[in-house]
Structure formats: structure tokens, C-alpha cells
């Protein structure tokens, strides 16, 4: 694997980490695709750091597990501001 992959990998890892940032919002800062994000956390980094990997998994899961709830929200902001 090229060494930029790897460091942009434990970059994003990082950042989601000590953000509980989502996937969207970690590419967004990166400037890379939400597929590039998902591509690093799960298959990329448990080859460079186990342990890193197992804690940006669980952000990961977490993140799935609430966006019906952020997506819920989302609609009734949108449908309070149309009134």
C-alpha cells in the first residue's frame, strides 16, 4: 500500500475518532469521497493498526446505528422552516 494511503487512513481514523465525526462530514474535511472514508476504516486500516481500526469501527457503527434519527430531524427542520 503507498504511504499516503496509509497516513491519509490513520488521518481519517484520527479525526473520526476524536470527533464522532460521520462519514460524510470526514470526507467533507478530507476532501475525498464517502467511499474513500468507508474503503479506509474497513478494510484499509485493520491492515496498519488493529487497535485503531477496532475504535473507528464502533464510531462507524454507532454513526449507522442514529442516522435514521439524524435523518428524522432533518425533515421535520426542513418542513418547520417551509411554515
Known amino acids: ?38 474503503k479506509d476504516i474497513v478494510e484499509r486500516l485493520p491492515q496498519i493498526n488493529r487497535m485503531l481500526a477496532k475504535c473507528a469501527r464502533e464510531v462507524l457503527d454507532i454513526n449507522k446505528s442514529e442516522r435514521h434519527i439524524r435523518g428524522g430531524l432533518a425533515t421535520k427542520e426542513k418542513y418547520l422552516h417551509q411554515k
Not at 499516503?4 to 490513520?10: C, D, G, N, Q, V
Open 1 to 38: 500500500m503507498r504511504e499516503y494511503i496509509e497516513e491519509r487512513a490513520l488521518a481519517i481514523a484520527e479525526y473520526m475518532i476524536e470527533h464522532r465525526a460521520t462519514v460524510r462530514l470526514t470526507a467533507q474535511k478530507f476532501g475525498v469521497s464517502k467511499s474513500t472514508v468507508h
